[in-house]
């Protein structure tokens, strides 16, 4: 199994910066990506961004050149660079780590971390 920590989240004014870690602990080389998401008030969950196991990294439309997604394996954590933030970033940011990647696409196991809140303010 895999435990995840989030830290990093807060309250920021538009245009500012903030940077999310999300720590991972256990049985961490099974995990093939770690994702992060986020769900604002009202609305459904989205995918944010994503690394794989190999460093590539994929992003939503909506964060493209604004969020950076980077690891250090030493420290076995996952980080998200987000900046010029807007107020509709707001929404509790979600960690993810998914282990044994299937040709499906999915994962055989997936974990998750608390969630972290993001505010931007006007």
């Known amino acids: 199994q895999v435990q995840l920590v989030e830290s990093g989240g807060g309250l920021v004014q538009a245009g500012g910066s903030l940077r999310l870690s999300c720590a991972a602990s256990g049985d961490t080389m099974c995990i093939s990506a770690m994702t992060w998401y986020r769900q604002a008030p009202g609305k459904e969950r989205e995918w944010v961004a994503q690394?794989?196991?190999?460093?590539?990294?994929y992003y939503t439309d909506s964060v493209k050149g604004r969020f950076t997604i980077s690891r250090d394996l030493g420290k076995n954590t996952v980080y998200l660079q987000m900046n010029s933030l807007k107020p509709e970033d707001t929404a509790v940011y979600y960690c993810?780590?998914?282990?044994?990647?299937?040709?499906?696409?999915?994962?055989?196991?997936?974990?998750w971390g608390q969630g972290t809140q993001v505010t931007v303010s006007s």
């Open positions: 993810n780590a998914g282990c044994g990647l299937l040709s499906t696409g999915t994962y055989q196991y997936e974990y």
């Open positions: 690394i794989s196991s190999g460093g590539s990294t």
